[in-house]
T-cell receptor, first 112, second 111 residues
Framework: DVKVTQSSRYLVKRTGEKVFLECVQD?????MFWYRQDPGLGLRLIYF???????EKGDIPEGYSVSREKKERFSLILESASTNQTSMYLC???????????FGNGTRLTVT | KQEVTQIPAALSVPEGENLVLNCSFT??????LQWFRQDPGKGLTSLLL?????REQTSGRLNASLDKSSGRSTLYIAASQPGDSATYLC??????????FGTGTSLTVIP
């Protein structure tokens, strides 16, 4: 079974802090994704990566950046956290584009 | 941009009932459609994926159908159980690069 692991289940950060969310997958998947999930808005794509060091913006990239130095690891970076970035963050991976998505358990981030 | 709608937002049924969850999408030019289950505070678990060339997929008590021309998919759950209580989301891939998600149907199965 594919395992997608997000390093933290819960995080509390202060406004203006730099925040790193880490995601690791163990199945040599090419593609990795970061979503945020908010009530009434569903899941929205922040960034995705289809290869090491390659990235593309999703629908809501503002205020975020990503890093993929190794195939198995995809990091989401909040350069200067703001209260409107309080959300559930979900990482996913897939072997090919259009293949099934496999999700981690999510990180609930609160910015105060 | 693809828009995905799931109605109803919430559904409550007695145990043992068969039920149907609905998903509609605006752009029929899709690659595939995936159904997920999400338990409270958790990530998403993949249930079924239907390729655009397929009409349906089955897994145990679950059956998902796809009608691209009308922009609809349904998830049929047979003989519902309390353990089926969760939020069910559908997601559509139409560009190959990303999936577009509905906001989900919250299902409660009453013992």
């Amino acid at each position: 079974d594919v395992k997608v692991t997000q390093s933290s289940r819960y995080l509390v950060k202060r406004t203006g802090e730099k925040v790193f969310l880490e995601c690791v997958q163990d199945m040599d998947h090419e593609n990795m994704f970061w979503y945020r999930q908010d009530p009434g808005l569903g899941l929205r794509l922040i960034y995705f990566s289809y290869d090491v060091k390659m990235k593309e913006k999703g629908d809501i990239p503002e205020g975020y950046s990503v890093s993929r130095e190794k195939k198995e690891r995809f990091s989401l970076i909040l350069e200067s956290a703001s209260t409107n970035q309080t959300s559930m963050y979900l990482c996913a991976s897939s072997i090919y584009l259009n293949s099934p998505l496999h999700f981690g358990n999510g990180t609930r981030l609160t910015v105060t | 941009k693809q828009e995905v709608t799931q109605i109803p937002a919430a559904l409550s049924v007695p145990e043992g009932e068969n039920l149907v969850l609905n998903c509609s999408f605006t752009d029929s030019a899709i690659y595939n459609l995936q159904w997920f289950r999400q338990d409270p505070g958790k990530g998403l678990t993949s249930l079924l994926l239907i390729q655009s060339s397929q009409r349906e997929q089955t897994s145990g008590r679950l059956n998902a159908s796809l009608d691209k021309s009308s922009g609809r998919s349904t998830l049929y759950i047979a003989a519902s159980q309390p353990g089926d209580s969760a939020t069910y989301l559908c997601a559509v891939s139409s560009t190959g690069n990303q999936f577009y998600f509905g906001t989900g149907t919250s299902l409660t199965v009453i013992p």
